[in-house]
Each structure stands twice: as structure tokens, then as C-alpha cells.
């Protein structure tokens, strides 16, 4: 059950409808600048205070959702931008420096890996080493003198594995490590990572929050204001602000975020279910299954889990791009969270070497169920499996 508080925040925290004409929304703010009485409140204003003075720096629209985001993470302060790698960048930019240690999980996200391995190695000096994850003693291994971060991801989102949050946490603050957490899978109705400990929680906005497949961008939200200052410091200078029109629409998609992310959890729940007990299917990657090996820890962390899973089916790369091809309901896309259910056969063109990285072969499917329904799309995938 969704509490009050998080439902307040979804639907009110942050707007004042008397300042906008009593407009049950708020407005877009479209302006580039604001304007002063005086010189002195010109140069005093605060964008960490809402007092706006160019639009690099901050967006009316954008405090609004920053606000409601900050409420439902329990943060102090959430800070917004044009999408969830500028805010991934600025996470690490803010903790990290030149010669620092990261310890990343083998399952995160791909283009993360690739700005660790092929930008910030290069132009920073950064060191990479890539854990399980499933273990304490993964992390508590790959910690070295310079490790300044820790990068998780739980659940994952291809194999879906779950990392103990605080005891992660718990380990870092004893070596001074902050640690990062990429919480969209989950959304803030279903897990809050600051509560067990985490340093800073990133959403891609582009995915649940937004739900419609209509916007991108992200957010990062901490309980350290220190911390916060610096990433909005460094958001004004890389110009990654986002703009005004999709904070607006992710404002809207938080409206209806309890709802949907209920419905999608209801469907891809029984669609793992059908896929489990399918002939033509050797294992089913979901959390809200109780055959997860790590089930008992997702219960403890996580309140429900949403519409994203994944498959392996029993037959080579060709016959599972075969069965993709032939879904018709589910279309073919590599994004998640909107209203549409998708497929993608995910390690099709991967090679021995990626595969290897992580324990899989090139027979994963990648489901998202949309709110189509569990019966429309169950028959989707029972006509699919018929034609191989």
C-alpha cells in the first residue's frame, strides 16, 4: 500500500496553486531570464533557494518536480536534467577525481560502462573494477585506497539480480566510499535507497515517472545538501538543465505513477508466471517470482516490483529473434516504462566475450508489459512461441 505521504507528494508537494491563478497545474515556465527589483537581490540569488535568475541554472517548473522527487525519496534535495546519463555524469563528477577507483557492478547500465571505459579512463585517470555484486565480499574485495565510488543497479535490469543495499552502504561509510544507486527500475513507491544508506538515488525520468514515452530525462536526490550544491553547481556549467516543457510532463506522469506502476506490476507478475511454466522457455529472470534465488532479499528492499523481465528461450539466436520478430502486440524497442508493452531479443548481436561477462548466451529476451493487459499479451507470446 502506497502511504499518504507518498501520495501527497505524487499529487500536490511543491505547487501553490494561488500563485498561478489557481491553475489546478502549474504553468510551463518558458522564460530564459527573470528580472529584479535591485542590484543587490540580483546578485543575491540563491537557485538552491528557488530564486531563479537564468534559465541554465534552474527552471520553475523543474523546482516543482524537483521537490515532489526529493519528498518521495526522502532526500533533502533532488536536482533535475535532460536525462539520466547527464545526471549519472554529474554523479560521479561531484564524488570522483582524477585517479580515483570506481567499483561498478558487471549489470549496470551499458552506456555507463562505456563513459567509465572510454571517456573517463582516459580523460580522468579513473580506474574500473567490475563486481557480481551478489556478495558483501564482491565489494569488500575491489576496494582499493582510491575508491571513491560505488555504482549499483537493484534489481538489474537484464538478469535482474539484487544487491544488498545496506550492507553495501554499510561497508562503504566504514572506508569514506560514497555509493550510487540507479532506482528506476523500482521507482520511489517501491524501494528508497537513501533509507537503507545509499548516497545518491538516480532515476531516468525518460521511463516510469514520465510513463507515456514522451520525454527524457533524470534526476539525482541525496540527504547531503553539501553534496547537492555541487551537482547543481555542476549541472548550471555542463548545461544539462532540463527543460521546462518536460518537467512539466514528468509532473503529470507522477500523477498517475501509483497507479500504472501497479497495473504494470500485475501483469508482468503473471506473464513471468506464464513464461515459467512454458516448455519452450529454460529460465525466467524476475524478482516477484518466488523461485529468485534472491527473492527473501527483494521482499526486504523492495515494496512490488514493475512491467520489466526477462527470458532465456531454449534455442539459438536465430530462432529467438524469430519469436521476437513474430510478437505483435509486444513491438520491438530497447526502452521501458512507457504505456506500451515491448520485446527485444537483448544479447543478439553480443559477442562470446560479452556473453561471457556476465554468464549468459545470445538466447535472452527482454520483455516490458505495457498496460495492454496480461491476457492480450499472454496470448501474444503463446501465438509467437507457436511459430518456432
Known sequence: MTSKKDLLALTHVGEDPHKYMNSVTPPVFMNTLHIFDCMADYYAADVFEDEFCYCRSGNATGAILEKKIAALENGSRAVVFSAGMAACTAA????????????????????????????????????????DGKKLSDFEEAIQENTSLIILESPTTLLFSVIDLEGVAKLAKEHGIKTYIDNTYSTPLFQKPLDMGIDIVMHTMTKYIGGHSDLLGGV???????????????????????????????IRGLRTLDVRLRRHHETALEVAKYLEKHPKVKHVYYTGLESHPQYELARKQQKG????????????KETTAKFVDALKVFERGASWGGFESLAISYTY???KEQ????????????????????????????QAFAQI
Request: proline content about 1%; some cysteine; glycine content about 8%.
Open 92 to 131: 560521479i563528477m561531484a564524488t570522483c577525481k582524477a585517479g580515483s577507483h570506481i567499483i561498478c557492478i558487471k549489470e549496470s547500465y551499458g552506456p555507463v560502462q562505456h563513459l567509465l571505459d572510454d571517456v573517463l579512463k582516459e580523460k580522468m585517470n579513473l580506474s574500473v573494477t567490475y563486481v
Open 220 to 250: 539525482l536526490v541525496s540527504k547531503d545538501e553539501e553534496l547537492m550544491r555541487k551537482v547543481l553547481s555542476q549541472r548550471d556549467l555542463f548545461g544539462s538543465l532540463q527543460g521546462g516543457m518536460e518537467s512539466w510532463l514528468a
Open 305 to 316: 516490483e514493475c512491467g520489466l523481465l526477462s527470458f532465456e528461450l531454449d534455442g539459438d
Open 349 to 351: 548481436s553480443w559477442t
Open 355 to 382: 556473453c561471457d561477462f556476465l554468464g549468459i548466451n545470445n538466447s535472452i529476451v527482454r520483455l516490458h508489459c505495457g498496460l495492454e493487459g496480461a491476457e492480450a499479451l499472454i496470448e501474444d507470446l503463446e
